[in-house]
Structure formats: C-alpha cells, structure tokens
C-alpha cells in the first residue's frame, strides 16, 4: 500500500525523465542531421571544385586584346600550328565552282581533287559549288566579334562557332558546299558525297552523331583531314 501511495511520484518522474530524455535525443539528432547536411555540402562542394579544376580548359584566345577562356566544347581541339596554312601555299578555286563566284582559296592538294570530284558529280548531274574555303584565324575572329556586337556572349558564339585556331577551315582543306546549312542534308548534292566523295579524298568531319560534342554541318566537307582534332568517332 504504501509503495502504491509513493507509486504516483515515481512514475511522474520517470515520465518527466523519459519525456526529457526523448527531448534531448531529438535535439541530438537534430544537431547530427544539421552537422551531416553541412558535410554533405561540404563533400558537393569539394567535388565541385576538384571537377571544376580537373575539367577546366587552361586554352585562351584573344579577341579585341581581351583574352578569353575556350569552351569545354573546343577545349583539347586546337590545331596544330603547322596544320594551318599561310596564304601563299594557297591557290584559288576556279570561280565557276564557286558560289556567286566568290574567290575561296584552299591548298592546291584540295583544289584539283574539288575540281576533279565537281567534273565527275556533273557527269551524274549534280553541281557542286563551293560557299567557303580556307579562313584566316583574323577572319574567324571577326565571325565571333561580329556574333558579339549582336549580343551573344563568347560562350553562347563557341555553340556554333569555331575559336580562332581551331577551325579545320585553317588547314585549306576543308571546303563548305552551298547552300551551307541544314537543308544542304536533304539535297542531292549531300547524298551523292556521301556515295562519293570518300573516292576523291572528301570526307564530312562533322558528322551527324547523337553523341558528338560538335554540331552536325553536312555541308562541311574536308579533303584528308590531316587533324582527329574535329573527329567525331
Ligand atoms: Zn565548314
């Protein structure tokens, strides 16, 4: 009886100790997912850095003296120097091979298989005239100000838009046949290179590829890619 009468504190208290306990427990769980939240941002962050470091592109260019970081996109793309070509190992392509005979210029390793491959396509009628040639890395650097002065970012140009250096357009062997958009891969003229053009040296470096880094351009076609640089498989 009297342990029944003294029973009711007791069991007060052990509550009281329980519910306090249970309190602290909380508080302590609390602390630990605040402590395993902030680590985990912690260990994100880390990760972010080192991924950032380990991936970012060290290669710049400069446009207008202000040097600029090149895209992951290109980064590791950079031609090699002697891959470029000087203006007097050039020669012209004949103008009535040309778009609205433009004057394009191309090593002449590239023009007489040009001319010989747009003499073969006639005889299948299909007329092949070329829309751009060789480009000089000032020229490739005027493309980009002038996608600048419109308002594009230097980034958002790099989408589309090779940095100067890096263009297979330097070498005088790649050549873009008109009309040099995405249409050109619903023409003729695209499916006869691709039955074709490899017998003359002519190969489309710029494939369509679902995971290829680079944008598809069908009309973008390359004789002996000297450069895996712009290779997609
Ligand atoms: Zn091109």
């Not at 710049?60 to 120097?81: A, F, K, P, Q």
């Not at 958009?181 to 499916?191: G, V």
């Not at 076609?221 to 640089?229: A, F, G, I, N, Q």
Request: proline letters at 5%; hydrophobic letters at 45%; aromatic letters at 12%.
């Amino acid at each position: 009886m009297a342990n029944s009468e003294t029973g009711s504190p007791d069991t007060t208290l052990i509550t009281l100790f329980a519910f306090s306990t249970y309190i602290s427990i909380l508080e302590w769980m609390k602390t630990q997912l605040k402590f395993s939240f902030m680590l985990a941002v912690l260990i994100l962050l880390s990760v972010g850095l080192f991924w950032d470091q380990a991936y970012a592109c060290d290669e710049t260019v400069i446009i207008d003296s202000v040097e600029y970081s090149v895209t992951e996109l290109w980064c590791g793309r950079v031609l090699d120097s002697t891959a470029i070509a000087k203006p007097e190992q050039l020669v012209q392509l004949p103008q009535e091979l040309t778009y609205e005979d433009y004057r394009i210029y191309v090593l002449p390793v590239t023009r007489e298989a040009f001319v010989n491959m747009a003499a073969t396509a006639l005889e299948d009628s299909v007329v092949l005239l070329a829309d751009s040639g060789w480009r000089s890395l000032s020229f490739q650097r005027r493309i980009i100000r002038n996608r600048m002065a419109a308002g594009d970012s230097f980034d958002k140009v790099l989408n589309s838009v090779a940095p100067p250096g890096y263009s297979e357009h330097h070498t005088g062997r790649a050549i873009d046949l008109c009309p040099s958009e995405a249409r050109f891969a619903f023409t003729e003229t695209y499916l006869w290179l691709v039955a074709h053009a490899a017998e003359f040296g002519f190969y489309e470096t710029l494939p369509q590829d679902p995971k290829a880094p680079l944008t598809w351009e069908s009309w973008h076609w390359t004789y002996l890619p000297v450069t895996d640089s712009l290779s997609i498989k």
